[in-house]
Nanobody, 125 residues
Framework: QVQLVESGGGLVQAGGSLRLSCTAS????????MAWFRQAPGKEREFVAG????????RYAESVKGRFSISRDNANNTVYLEMNYLKPEDTAMYYC??????????????????WGQGTQVTVSA
């Protein structure tokens, strides 16, 4: 069993920044991909950004490219999402997810094994 705990959400004005953190704990932790998804009210959960755990590889949704940056701290089993130039349309619950085995794609939420409880990000106009 793996537990994921997110933090760092909050209320920010448009154009502002936030940094989300997600720390994994539990059984010997060997991730293949860690990712961030988000879900706005009435919408499906969508991929935001992902990072492979042992090689230098990241992927971003088109809507956040150039504004968001994902990084990891392997020693502390933590992944971060730096969010800059936030827009009202970024308002959502943000979830951290981990896939333990190999996957070629980042975006398929059904392929992730564990999820955090979510952290709310609200961007005011």
């Amino acid at each position: 069993q793996v537990q994921l705990v997110e933090s760092g959400g909050g209320l920010v004005q448009a154009g502002g920044s936030l940094r989300l953190s997600c720390t994994a704990s539990g059984r010997t932790f060997r991730a293949h991909i860690m990712a961030w998804f988000r879900q706005a009210p009435g919408k499906e959960r969508e991929f935001v950004a992902g990072i492979r755990w042992t090689v230098s590889s990241t992927r971003y949704a088109e809507s956040v490219k150039g504004r968001f940056s994902i990084s990891r701290d392997n020693a502390n089993n933590t992944v971060y999402l730096e969010m800059n130039y936030l827009k009202p349309e970024d308002t959502a619950m943000y979830y951290c997810a981990v896939r333990l085995s190999y996957a070629s794609e980042y975006e398929n939420r059904d392929e992730y094994d564990y999820w955090g409880q979510g952290t709310q990000v609200t961007v005011s106009a």
